[in-house]
């Protein structure tokens, strides 16, 4: 998207006359309306200001891009308006707004709106753009601004693409040590690009080329080729989630969760330089698209492979539970149960939330044993949501989650290592079959032995064990008092703060979600997921307080990574928090903890249920006390934010610039 096309002379307005927010946007709006870009100004202002509502789209640093998509818009354009005194627009650094760009997308216009933030974001993060843009005082000074920014950004993108592919042929050749790494996460929204930066400062401070290939939200980048790996003195793997590892038979290998990579990376580039590693050896069934997980032993294995599961688990989780949630909200404002729209969106959360016990089992296993396992692993999560046990109840199936005696979100845990180590037991035991019959593994032994064992398995032990556990578990739910519901939601919320993404932050995640998926329709389940969510937001918030407040205590670049957290927060993505963890943990990390437990206390104390997995504020609706909901948050932001700004140590000034 070329910016430069969209940001139209004829529509520009040089001198605001508005000295409001709400005057801003009546301003501009009726000036697309006066210029033929929109035929219905209310409908698109309407638009406008539910985006504010969401949260404001003044970024700071003087400037405030409002936008909306919808019906109104005849064509896509870019209104770009002066403000020469300044308006107040609620703008993310308290600040006022000088510089305005509203934009303006057709319905179903191939996401326009977000091409062109993400254009106007690229220029305007050079502050001599927006220097230049404050003088200029004609539309053509604006776009001849524009013009030459853009194409010396587009000059920059192409010249890093190509030093990046010089450096990466030049590392190769070079005599320096050179080692390859992978870093990949569940989620892949922060821990993996961040491991990724570390372990790059680390190989220049120790003389060492490196290339990092990433597994995030965006997919696989900077895909290590062949050569690359064979040049390559030893490999690092930064993963919490299975990484492809066939490619890396005979090299040294160090496998570590990814937050290694981001506390200690040296250690880790170290172990490859001093041997202090083994070789790795693929099993028969590595190749370089399937492969086995990395190898590690002991719980940095299972934590790895149950992450494996959480990460494929997570879509389905989210999206049914949010639609279910959607359609109970239907049910009491639209209809009832017989509405068409209650049974639409009731029946389609409905069904992939039955997906998330068979999901999870199956890429436990997956990670464990590879492609072999994954149907065990299915069949078996499939088993423990919808199958009774030998000893009680019908054997009969339900998609719905409420089936009598079903062993729930623990067996269908049971389920994928159970599948998953039989299935790498039984590819050991085939792998000393004689080569006519080899071909049969794949097509007929192991899904034919895999089904039947893990069917007996669930039927006889699991399913009758884990049924009765739930029953155990959904009693002590339902019949908790508050106190016992604020110490629970207390201690879950503050575990949420504890690594931030890592193992205390998954292990509150997965209780909650598994009570939540045992019965998405109970009451202490919503508080459970209430208070993870909390959990989760009160850290970026708190370090957007903090570097709000006591700017002298926090460099440059951190008092804008805390500006962007207010939306981190707003989303429920507790991972804005981290470079402000590695950076101080002693203060950043108990700060956090102490006010996301105010805040899960708040939650149990209120008894305040969030029907939804995800979303943060995004789902507040939902919520059975939004204002409860609004309140625990910001009450433990503040806590934790106060905390960090009176705690943290000041900066000396030559740091801060």
Not at 124 to 135: G, I, K, Q, T, Y
Not at 241 to 270: H, Q
Not at 461 to 490: A, D, E, K, Y
């Amino acid at each position: 998207m070329d910016i430069r096309e969209l940001l139209i002379k004829d529509i520009m307005i040089m001198d605001l006359k508005a000295d409001t927010k709400a005057g801003v946007i009546d301003e501009m709006v009726h000036n697309y309306y006066e210029k033929g870009i929109i035929d219905d100004e209310e409908l698109y202002k309407k638009d406008i200001l539910a985006r504010e509502e969401e949260n404001s789209t003044g970024m700071g640093d003087g400037i405030a891009i409002p936008h909306a998509h919808d019906a109104a818009v005849k064509k896509p354009a870019v209104m770009f308006a002066r403000s020469t005194k300044g308006v107040d627009y609620d703008s993310l650094d308290g600040q006022p707004a000088h510089l305005f760009f509203m934009i303006a997308a057709p319905e179903g216009g191939d996401n326009t709106h977000l091409q062109a933030l993400a254009a106007l974001s690229q220029v305007l993060l050079d502050p001599a753009v927006v220097s230049s843009l404050e003088d200029a005082d004609t539309p053509d000074k604006v776009q001849a601004i524009f013009s030459k920014a853009v194409g010396k950004k587009q000059a920059e993108n192409e010249a890093q693409e190509k030093e990046e592919q010089q450096q990466d042929q030049a590392a190769v050749a070079s005599d320096k040590p050179y080692i390859v790494a992978v870093t990949a996460c569940p989620n892949g929204i922060a821990h993996t690009y961040m491991a990724e930066d570390n372990l790059k400062k680390a190989a220049e401070k120790l003389g060492v080329n490196i290339k990092v290939e990433t597994n995030g939200s965006e997919g696989t980048k900077h895909k290590l080729s062949a050569d690359e790996i064979d040049r390559a003195e030893g490999v690092v793997i930064a993963a919490d989630k299975k990484v492809s590892m066939g490619r890396f038979d005979g090299k040294k290998v160090t496998s570590k969760a990814v937050t290694a990579a981001i506390k200690d990376p040296e250690t880790l580039i170290n172990s490859i330089l001093n041997d202090q590693v083994g070789t790795y050896h693929a099993s028969g069934n590595d190749d370089s698209e399937e492969s086995v997980d990395t190898g590690d032993s002991g719980w940095g294995g299972i934590y790895r492979q149950l992450m494996n599961g959480v990460s494929h688990m997570l879509p389905f989780v989210i999206g049914g539970g949010i639609l279910m949630a959607i359609s109970f909200i239907v049910e009491n404002y639209a209809g009832g149960e017989d509405s068409m729209a209650f049974i639409f969106l009731n029946n389609a959360g409905n069904m992939a939330f039955a997906f998330m016990v068979p999901v999870l089992a199956a890429y436990i296993a997956e990670a464990i044993a590879d492609q072999p396992a994954l149907m065990p692993g299915f069949a078996g999560g499939f088993m423990a949501t919808v199958y009774t046990g030998a000893y009680g109840g019908a054997y009969t199936a339900n998609v719905m989650t409420d089936a009598k005696s079903a062993a729930g979100f623990l067996g269908g845990l049971a389920a994928g290592f159970i599948a998953g180590y039989f299935m790498k037991w039984l590819e050991k035991v085939c792998a000393k079959l004689p080569q006519s019959v080899a071909g049969m593994k794949s097509m007929l032994i192991y899904p034919i032995v895999g089904l039947l064992f893990i069917a007996l398995v669930m039927f006889f032990i699991v399913n009758p064990i884990f049924s009765t556990i739930n029953v155990w578990i959904t009693n002590f739910l339902n019949n908790l008092g508050t106190g016992n519901s604020v110490v629970l939601c207390l201690l879950l919320a503050g575990m949420m703060s504890i690594d931030m993404g890592g193992p205390f932050n998954k292990a509150a995640y997965v209780f909650a979600a598994g009570a939540f998926a045992n019965d998405p329709n109970s009451t202490q389940a919503a508080m459970l997921m209430a208070a993870v969510m909390v959990g989760g937001m009160v850290p970026p918030f708190a370090t957007a307080i903090a570097t709000l407040g006591w700017k002298n205590k926090f460099t440059k670049q951190e008092r804008q990574a805390g500006g962007t957290n207010w939306i981190l927060g707003f989303s429920f993505i507790t991972e804005g928090a981290i470079p402000f963890a590695t950076a101080d943990p002693g203060h950043v990390i108990p700060s956090s903890v102490v006010g996301s437990a105010v805040a899960g206390a708040i939650i149990g104390a209120l008894k305040v249920g969030v029907p939804a997995p995800h979303g943060g504020f995004w789902v507040s609706p939902l919520a059975t006390n939004i204002w409860g909901y609004f309140l625990a948050v910001i009450v433990g932001s503040i806590v934790a934010g106060v905390i960090l700004g009176l705690w943290k140590k000041e900066i000396k000034p030559v740091d801060a610039k």
